[in-house]
């Protein structure tokens, strides 16, 4: 199984694609659970990157590279997921070095494309529960079975408190300005597989496993 790195806007469904490999064996780095994991902690640390999360900013190049780098070293030869890491060129730069010291080459980069609307729709509609799951109330496939509550663990589900229209702008438009050259850095490199992410998830979670295989 080859490993996958999402590239993506908000809520284009990393996290239900994501969810759908874990049970396939694949390990999931999250740069941005790993980010609320800090802040939950209430250190120093925690409330600076929280400040930056809430904004819509994005944290430090070097904090996450850090996570990433530590993460990556820990996990032997299982296949892993990157959800939400690169997020600009300097971080695909520093990953393609990480990938040379672990020889990791056995990977392809998935490009989920949503538009600025659907992004938004979907980012207002996202619940989550602190297992990790993710759903979305503005679509039909993806409602939790009872309403506020985790399918797979039964806690309650909330809102992300960065899932709002401010924020959305501003982390939008961080996407756009980085998306591209992050896109072209793949091309060359002949990993990038860009995916329709208006397509339900079952057809997209075909579509990626055909792609990974
Ligand atoms: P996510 O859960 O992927 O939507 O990320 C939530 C927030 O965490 C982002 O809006 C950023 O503030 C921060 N974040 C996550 N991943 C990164 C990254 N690779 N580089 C910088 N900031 C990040």
Redesign the pocket.
Known sequence: MKSVIFIAP?AAGKGTQSDILKKDGYIHL????M?RREVSSGSELGVYINN??QS????N?DI?NELIVNNLSALGNKPFIL?????NLA?AENLSNIFDNLNISNYEVIYLKLSENDALKRTLGRVTCKCGKSYNLNEESLKPRIAGVCDDCGSELVTRN?DNPESFKV?FETYINNATPLIQYYEKLNKLHEIDALNNSFAISEEIKGILK
């Open positions: 908000p999250s740069t941005g659970d980010l930056l999360m819509g900013a994005l944290v190049d996450v959800d939400g890491y690169p997020r971080q960065d982390r």
